[in-house]
Structure formats: structure tokens, C-alpha cells
């Protein structure tokens, strides 16, 4: 990034929101008068051009990059490119036309590997291809990383000096340098094998004395990453040590890249909505992508969750005498297994947000577990008074009202060690817990409430 396309971002402060006021007015533009539209998006902020494209139809998309082409910057450009959703990228790359190789040419080596990365190996290679060679050289190596580590993610633009540099010459070599980054926070210290052994922030380099040694200032407590590094792994060293960059190293040792915050923060909110999506059983790309994309990604765990479903229809079926008997039974079950697997979806949650934040280990997990059983179990309890009490009301049998809150006890607490136990489990053998911990807990609280209820009634009351 440099001052040009910093410039162009004041000049498109937004005058306007992106409300749905503005979006139906642009669509409108669109479709009647394009000299109005354009005035329009001139008016917002590339971000904002983002979001738009993100959501426009088709035919949208492709007036807007026409419209964008021809009356903003290939630097701004480049700044919304980046800023599009995944599933969007392959759509609006090929609209560029001629004008694609000089914008990614703007575009900082980690911006361009992470829209790259989402393209078809074929286009990739085309756009890089047509790159300067430098360029071509440090984008074609941070491809060759497997797909989300630091490797993909660090920037290759970056300032080391010697650990005998005074801070003039530190300044003066800052100023006269034309290949200083436009962004940057710390700068790294290396011995003469470009092994970094130290840092120091920007800040502290203007406010100290131009004739103090930077041996002397920098900060020594360094936590470098490798590039195959998982990116999860880098942005907990961010959270945990409260950096705002961190090196990246190769196996030699030597300095070849580092990772900065906001790249972090993405990461961050990237793994957060990845997590979300999991716990449904959807992908992070749902809402962009193609029907047939969203079908394929969706459908396995529905029918894994026929599957369950089966299971919790054939564990039913086995006490279909005692609800011939007694019809009221039919009413009261769903109720007890609903409860139970609600209860055990707010453990789970509770338990996977920790493995991701690295909260459980071999030390705290029986402790954890336990917490969540006897949270469960009192919460159950509560609940178990207050539902017997209302059935007892309602049918006038004491009986069934003392089985309905043993039934409700017994699934909150086996949901409470479920929750718990599940993504552990799952973690522990290597599949993530997001991703099937749901279908799991919601069979395995149906069913243990359908025995429980349907057991205690068969025993007691029939």
C-alpha cells in the first residue's frame, strides 16, 4: 500500500451509508441511469463498494466493475478486490479484463496471495504470469505454503537493522530507504546471519535520542513463528503475548517475512465465523455461493443427522406398548429430550469456544467437565420442580409428574458430561469439534431422554 491509495481513501470518505435506503437507490441507478449510479459510488467507501458487489446479482456486479473501472483508482480497486467475499472473487476477477495485472501488481504480496488463493490454479497462474517478476517470485512462494499458515498470511516487506545502529541512522536509513513499507509497526533486529534477535516499535525509535544504540532499546522477548505455522496457532501467540507483529523464520533461522495485527484480526474473526458456521453444520462461504455449492456442503451432516434421527425413531419404537398404553406419554417425551439437548447445546458452545481459545487442558479438564455435570444437573433440578409441578396441574397424577422431573434431572446431567465430553473427545483425536459435536450431542440427549422418561414410566406405571 502507498500514499496514492491512502489519498484516494480520504477523497471517498463516505458521504453515504450503505443502507438498504442506498443500496435500492444504486440498484435503480443501475438499471435507468448509470451517470447516477456512478456518482453514487463514487460516494462510498470501498468497503462499502464491497459489501455491494458482495450481494448485487450478477448483471449488478458486472455494471458496477464497468462503472469502477473507469472512474475510481486501480489502487482503490485493488483495495475492494480483497475486501470481496471468497465465493464473489471468482465471479468479478475475470469482469476486470486488461486492467486485472495492474491491480494486483498495487496489491500488497500477503492482499494478493489471499484473493489468489481462492481462484481455479489456471487463472492463478494466468495473473501471475503477467506480474512483475519480483512480484511474481514472493507470490508463487507464499502459494507454496499449505492453505491457512502464517505462510500465506505474512508480508514480505519488512525493515531489519543491525543491533549496532544508532537511532539516526535507524531514521536516516528510514527516510532514504524507497523500499520501506507504508505500514509497518516494529522494526526487526538482526545479527549479521539475518536471525532476528530483537525488536523495536516505530514509537520508540522518534522519541529516543538520535545517539542511543539499539542493542540498548529493543526488545529482546521476541516469539517468532514458522511459515507452515496454522494460522489458529498465530493469532492465539497474538492474543496471549498482546503483539502487534511477530517474525516469521525459515528453518535456517533467518528472518523472511513477518505478521502484523490487522492481518491478525482477520484471522481472528475469519476462525470465530468458521467455528459458528460449524456448530450448524454449514460452510463459511453459504451465503454467496452457488445452490449446488450450498446443497453439497450441506448435505452430509443432514444425513448423518437422518441417521441419528432413525436411531432416536427405533429407540421410541421399543416402548411402543407403553405409549399404547398410556397416550399421554407422547405429549410429555418431546419435552424432556428438547430440554436436555438445549441444555447441552449451551455446554457445548461453552466447551468448544475454550478449545479454540486454548482455555482446557489435561490439568483443568476433569474440573471443567465436572462444572458443567453439576451446573447441568442443579439447572435440571429447577427445571424438574418447576415442570412436575406444572404437569401435576395439568394431569392430576403425581406419578407421572415425579417420572417427568426424574426423567428431566437424568438428561441434564448426562447432557452437562456429553456437552463436555464430546469435543474433547473429537479434539483429542484430531476432528474438529465445531464441526461434529452438534449432531452427536442432539442424538445422544434425544435419546437418553426418550429412555429415561419412557424407561421410569414403563417401570413404574405400567
Known amino acids: 500500500m502507498n500514499a496514492d491509495i491512502i489519498n484516494h481513501v480520504s477523497q471517498i470518505e463516505s458521504k453515504l451509508r450503505l443502507d438498504s435506503v442506498t443500496i435500492q437507490s444504486i440498484n435503480e441507478a443501475l438499471d435507468n441511469n448509470i451517470d447516477q449510479a456512478k456518482e453514487l459510488l463514487n460516494n462510498l467507501h470501498f468497503a462499502d463498494i464491497a459489501d455491494l458487489i458482495d450481494n448485487a446479482t450478477l448483471e449488478h456486479k458486472r455494471k458496477i466493475i ?33 486492467a486485472c495485472a495492474q491491480i494486483f501488481a498495487l496489491m500488497e504480496i500477503d492482499d494478493a496471495i489471499h484473493v489468489l488463493e481462492h481462484l481455479p490454479e489456471a487463472k492463478q497462474n494466468k495473473i501471475i504470469s503477467l506480474l512483475p ?27 531489519s537493522i543491525g543491533a549496532d545502529w544508532t537511532i539516526a541512522k535507524t531514521i536516516d536509513f528510514l527516510r532514504s530507504n524507497s523500499s520501506v513499507p507504508f505500514d509497518f509497526y516494529e522494526i526487526y533486529v538482526v545479527d549479521d546471519n539475518l536471525h532476528p534477535i530483537g525488536s523495536i516499535l516505530v514509537s520508540r525509535v522518534i522519541k529516543s535520542p538520535e545517539t542511543e544504540v539499539i542493542s540498548t532499546l529493543m526488545n529482546k522477548d521476541i516469539h517468532t513463528v514458522s511459515p507452515f505455522t496454522d494460522q489458529e496457532e498465530v493469532g492465539y501467540l497474538f492474543r496471549q503475548y498482546g503483539l502487534v507483529s511477530a517474525p516469521v523464520i525459515d ?43 450450498t446443497v453439497k456442503h450441506r448435505f452430509p451432516w443432514l444425513f448423518i443427522n437422518l441417521l441419528t434421527a432413525c436411531m432416536t425413531s427405533f429407540v421410541i419404537d421399543m416402548f411402543h406398548d407403553t405409549i399404547h398404553q398410556m397416550v399421554t406419554l407422547a405429549a410429555i417425551m418431546p419435552i424432556v429430550a428438547s430440554m436436555g439437548g438445549n441444555a447441552g ?45 406444572i404437569l401435576l396441574l395439568w394431569s392430576h397424577d403425581f406419578h407421572l409428574s415425579l417420572i417427568f422431573a426424574l426423567a428431566v434431572i437424568i438428561n441434564f446431567t448426562m447432557a452437562g458430561f456429553l456437552g463436555a465430553f464430546i469435543p474433547l473427545t473429537l479434539s483429542r483425536i484430531g476432528i474438529d469439534p465445531a464441526t461434529a459435536s452438534g449432531v452427536f450431542l442432539t442424538a445422544l440427549t434425544d435419546i437418553i431422554g426418550f429412555v429415561a422418561f419412557l424407561g421410569l414410566a414403563r417401570y413404574f406405571l405400567i
Open 66 to 98: 464497468e462503472i469502477i473501472s473507469v472512474s475510481i483508482t486501480p489502487e482503490a480497486i485493488a483495495l475492494i478486490i480483497k475486501e470481496l467475499d471468497t465465493s464473489v472473487m471468482e465471479q468479478v476477477i475475470p469482469m476486470l479484463g486488461e
Open 345 to 389: 447445546t449451551q455446554t457445548l458452545a461453552v466447551i468448544v469456544r475454550a478449545i479454540a481459545n486454548r482455555d482446557l487442558n489435561m490439568v483443568n479438564n476433569s474440573r471443567i467437565i465436572f462444572k458443567q455435570v453439576f451446573s447441568n444437573c442443579l439447572n435440571g433440578l429447577f427445571l424438574a420442580i418447576l415442570g412436575g409441578a
Open 133 to 159: 517478476q519480483e512480484k511474481r517470485y514472493a507470490i508463487r512462494e507464499g502459494l507454496s505454503y499449505p492453505e491457512n499458515t502464517a505462510g500465506r498470511i505474512m508480508n514480505c516487506d519488512l525493515i
Open 251 to 293: 528453518r535456517d533461522g533467518k528472518l523472511i517475512g513477518m505478521i502484523t495485527i490487522d492481518e491478525i484480526v482477520d484471522v481472528i474473526e475469519e476462525e470465530a465465523e468458521e467455528d459458528i458456521m460449524r456448530l450448524a453444520g454449514v460452510n463459511e462461504i453459504d451465503l454467496h455461493a452457488a445452490v449446488l455449492h
